[in-house]
């Protein structure tokens, strides 16, 4: 076999490779929002690959969520996409701003500050979950937005996600706007901001994703039914005296579109995001 023809098997059998794996770790997908159309009696009846074609369809599962008065599923999404949209929106705008001055500002301690933001990346949640809890009660935020929004707006990892992207930023682009007399947040705003859209893509879809599954802490603190968070509305679908598998599925279905749509549409932003902030430094 010559070297052509084995370099061409390379690569077919690395597609190949590539396609299965992508096949298997979205089944489990496929799976959910297929049986979230199919009857309550026919979800578990059929677990091999016939299980991914249903023999009977029914939309009554999410009938069921979407207008039920039983289950108030499109409360709990609203609860989930403001609290994460106003995180996403806040933060990326706090930790680009801190990201810059650790940067682009050069003052005492700069260096200590960039430290403990890197420190701080490392600390488990579960270590703070108890003191934060205590400082958002103190504040009598229990059951309130602001206890599942102010304390995720600053982020270590964006941070440091920024600054690598803003090292990469060359300085004369910033030194020609304070000649024609810029002030740093003029700058920021004009020079910046608009040539850091992969960062500012990338930052805002993890931080989209990290929060839209959060459990434990809205399980903390929102308790309240009209403030509660969609993942914890959704366990709250396995207390129920009789389980219907087919109306989680269809939740599940549902929770899981938004994050779908978000890769779609700003995932070339996202890789290019990723990449450039790796290699700047």
Not at 13 to 24: A, C, D, H, R
Not at 77 to 87: A, H
Not at 133 to 145: A, K, Q
């Amino acid at each position: 076999m010559s070297r052509k023809a084995k370099k061409k098997l390379k690569m077919i059998t690395l597609s190949v490779s590539i396609v299965l794996l992508g096949l298997l770790f979205i089944s489990p997908l496929v799976w959910m929002m297929v049986a979230s159309i199919k009857p309550e009696t026919l979800i578990f009846r059929d677990m091999g690959l016939e299980s991914l074609i249903p023999r009977q369809v029914t939309l009554d599962h999410y009938a069921t969520i979407l207008f039920s008065d039983s289950v108030n599923f499109m409360k709990y999404m609203w609860n989930s996409l403001f609290t994460v949209g106003m995180i996403v929106l806040l933060g990326t705008v706090v930790n680009a701003l801190c990201a810059y001055a650790l940067v682009k500002l050069k003052f005492p301690g700069a260096g200590l500050v960039l430290t403990i933001i890197i420190a701080l990346y490392v600390v488990p949640f579960e270590s703070v979950l108890i003191p934060l809890y205590v400082v958002v009660n103190s504040f009598g935020w229990i059951n309130e937005y602001p206890a599942l929004i102010v304390p995720f707006i600053a982020q270590a990892f964006s941070i440091f996600l920024f600054i690598q992207f803003f090292k990469g930023i060359p300085n004369e682009l910033e030194e020609a706007a304070q000649i024609d007399g810029a002030n740093p947040f003029q700058v920021f705003w004009r020079i910046v901001v608009p040539n850091s859209k992969p960062v500012f893509a990338t930052a805002a879809i993890l931080a989209f994703v990290t929060h839209w599954s959060d459990f434990m802490w809205p399980l903390i603190v929102a308790t309240d039914d009209s403030i509660r968070t969609v993942q914890v509305g959704i366990q709250y679908l396995f207390t129920d005296n009789n389980i219907e598998y087919g109306q989680i599925m269809a939740a599940l279905t549902l929770t899981t579109i938004p994050v779908i749509l978000i890769f779609i549409f700003f995932q070339r932003y996202y890789v290019q995001g990723i990449t450039s902030s790796g290699v700047k430094g």
